[in-house]
């Protein structure tokens, strides 16, 4: 069994190798800015994991590992842009460090290297690729879409929170998964076992971000507690909240989102939760989707063992709870 | 032999029948909308008769023409936002109608639309097709950097300027016929003759482009006489009158460029050309890539006749002149 370090140190290594060109310069000066600020890289790595699943080498599938990896980072550099982020993984982000115009662009282009990427795989299974990777970028976009409509709504359902972070995030984690799946060249049944694990997997993982903003050990998370709270930002806490408050309790709530005594605001509204019961609800539906990942994960039909994919899930896991 | 006219409407057909999904409306409405403010539709032509060179089909090479098609439309939104640009075709840009999150997430998905066309070809061409038009789309964004670039740069050559609007526009064209040309299952010298006609053709358009800007008849070109030069553009003209210049015409040409009475700085600056002989430099630079483009097409091997592709030609080159 490969340790996730090992992954993470073949992921980074083909990173710091990645050829961009070097003009213009106002081009690709930002994708190699972007590209090697780090990150845990899980993506990248559950498609060569998968793959080693079939008896593929880190060679074989390290080509479509960075294609997802690549298109990960191109949504970062836009969302960034679409959210006026300063900072990513503590740097400045593109169009903070450059400028807006560039941000665009160098996303553009850093999308289309991950194309170019599935072009590295042998060509009988180009088509069956490109096609899943289409699907999975559509279905990110569209999540991004429903992220930021949701911005300026009231009545978003729990049901709606979960469809877009589905889209926005877990896809990508199935199609990580699938393109291991398509060049290990198994079956139609493990391939799609393989996606929903990464599906739902990645579900349970945004959950888990919305429960640790809130309930985390703030050292390990290693941000302000509560800082989505103080933000107003809609997390399925906060859509559950409102969901099961009582008249009552939702003119509390909505008083609170608008209190600017920082402390108060974080305390009466964690009170609030705790009435509402809220970190159990979401725990619970984290738990389901978690435990679907599983159930999941354990139909694949393979030889090899599938601990290197229960590993990264125990690690992903176990980080503050 | 098809005529402009049917190929046009069946590339307008098949752009109307081109079923987005209807949600996020956010992210489709703006491409229902720019997909069907028209155009030449160049692109897609180019394809769809170069594959009909080699006997194959409209039906057959539609998705490709498709391709490019959205991906020239991907290009257009997003250089609308990096120009700041009010109007397309006579109406509003899709940042200027929805916003700018809106114009960045549609084009990006677009893009992904343009490659999901390319999964519509036969398996065992997307290999070829998808390897093309990976290389063409990095030059693209390598020719709209180079642009940008150039904005804030006083000392950009010719040479520079026509790499700029070669990677910028003329590879598309170039992309396009060599798309139809695989699809033909034709052979490499037939693809890369095909790809150097559209490259020099589109060349030779972009500087009868810049040329009709200051001499074409106002009533057929549709635009102010002169904008480029009012606007203080970099176009081949403003950059050989540039390298051309004696010191005393340089500082006339500069200080023109800071010139507010508008019938003043053109029939100065137009006089300016004149002495520099200007217009016919640059036809001659015109003349020479069109030659080239054509003796490229001659080389085609083709039991089919190349005369829809001479049409076409002599429709591009015969607008205003």
Same mark, same amino acid.
């Given at each position: ?19 961009? *060109?070097?003009? %213009?310069?106002?081009?690709?000066? *930002?994708? +190699? ?16 994991? !998968? ?11 390290? %080509? ?21 982020? *300063?900072?990513? +993984? ?31 795989? %042998?060509?009988?299974?180009? %088509? ?122 939702? !003119? ?42 599983? !159930? ?26």
């Amino acid at each position: 069994m490969n340790t996730l370090a090992s992954y993470t140190a073949w992921i980074e290594k083909e990173i710091e190798s990645f050829a961009f *060109p070097t003009h %213009p310069t106002n081009l690709y000066d *930002p994708l +190699r800015y972007f590209m090697t600020l780090g990150g845990k890289r899980m993506r990248p790595m559950l498609t060569l994991m !998968s793959a080693n699943l079939f008896g593929k080498s880190i060679q074989e599938s390290m %080509p479509a590992a960075m294609a997802v990896e690549l298109f990960h980072n191109f949504s970062l550099i836009h969302d960034d842009i679409m959210d006026d982020a *300063p900072l990513r +993984r503590a740097n400045q982000t593109v169009h903070e460090k450059w400028n807006t115009n560039i941000a665009i662009l160098s996303g553009d282009v850093l999308l289309v290297y991950a194309y170019e990427q599935i072009c590295k795989q %042998p060509p009988h299974i180009i %088509p069956s690729l490109l096609s899943l990777f289409n699907k999975t970028a559509i279905e990110v976009c569209e999540g991004q879409q429903m992220d930021m409509d949701f911005e300026t709504r009231s009545d978003v359902s729990a049901e709606e929170y979960i469809e877009m972070i589905r889209l926005k995030t877990s896809v990508l984690l199935g199609c990580a998964l699938e393109m291991g799946a398509i060049i290990g060249e198994t079956s139609l049944e493990n391939r799609k076992a393989l996606y929903a694990f990464g599906e739902h997997l990645g579900i349970a993982f945004q959950i888990q971000d919305d429960l640790l903003d809130l309930y985390g050990d703030p050292e390990k998370v290693g941000k302000q507690v509560g800082g989505d709270v103080i933000a107003n930002k809609k997390t399925l806490l906060s859509i559950l909240a409102k969901t099961n408050a009582s008249a009552v309790q939702l !003119s509390k709530l909505n008083a609170l989102q608008g209190e600017l005594d920082i402390t108060k605001k974080l305390s009466e509204t964690k009170a609030l939760f705790e009435d509402l019961n809220i970190q159990e609800l979401c725990n619970n539906e984290m738990r389901k989707h978690y435990d679907f990942a599983m !159930s999941s994960l354990s139909t694949v039909q393979v030889a090899n063992s599938l601990e290197e994919l229960h590993a990264l899930s125990n690690y992903l896991f176990h980080r503050e709870y």
